[in-house]
């Protein structure tokens, strides 16, 4: 009984431990909504970093130097670009529309502040 304890406690902290190693930061989490195709699927029309979609699309601009964005800026943008931009564009209002929570808006932004 007593082993079994030691086991289970070493489990319980190690598998804490292990979390923690692959616990995604905010940045990773919006990388991956960035290129989920059920999410964002900014990479549809945006290509950022090198990695681009294979096959069509690439209607918005390649993404560069975004780290200079202010943070406020990047979150107008995926909320309602038509209203960031002050005209229409073919870029969707994610966070007006609905599509992105504002968590998930703010992990997008950790990651676009990533990007020289
Ligand atoms: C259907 C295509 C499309 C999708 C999907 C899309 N965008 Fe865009 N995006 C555009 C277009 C087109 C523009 C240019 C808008 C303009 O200047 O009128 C743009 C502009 C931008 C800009 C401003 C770039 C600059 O240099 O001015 C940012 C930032 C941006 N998009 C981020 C995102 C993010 C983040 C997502 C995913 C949540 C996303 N976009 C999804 C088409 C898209």
Redesign the pocket.
Same mark, same amino acid.
């Given at each position: 009984m007593k082993v079994a304890n030691k086991l289970l406690i070493a489990t319980a902290v190690s598998g804490l431990l292990v979390s923690n190693v692959f616990a995604d930061s905010l940045a990773d989490q919006g990388k991956k &909504?960035?290129s989920n195709n059920k999410q964002?699927?900014?990479i /549809?029309?945006?290509a950022v970093n090198g990695q681009t979609l294979d096959g069509p699309?690439s *209607?918005? $601009?390649v *993404?560069t130097? =975004?780290s200079y964005?202010p943070e406020e800026e *990047?979150y107008k943008? &995926?909320y309602n $670009?038509y209203e960031s931009?002050g005209?229409i564009? /073919?870029? $969707?209002a994610?966070g007006k529309n609905g599509w *992105?929570s504002d968590s998930e808006i703010k992990a997008?932004v950790a990651f =676009?502040k990533t990007i020289n």
């Open positions: &909504i960035y964002g699927n900014c /549809a029309c945006h699309g *209607l918005g $601009p *993404l130097g =975004l964005w *990047l943008m &995926i $670009p931009k005209h564009t /073919a870029m $969707p994610f *992105l997008v =676009l």
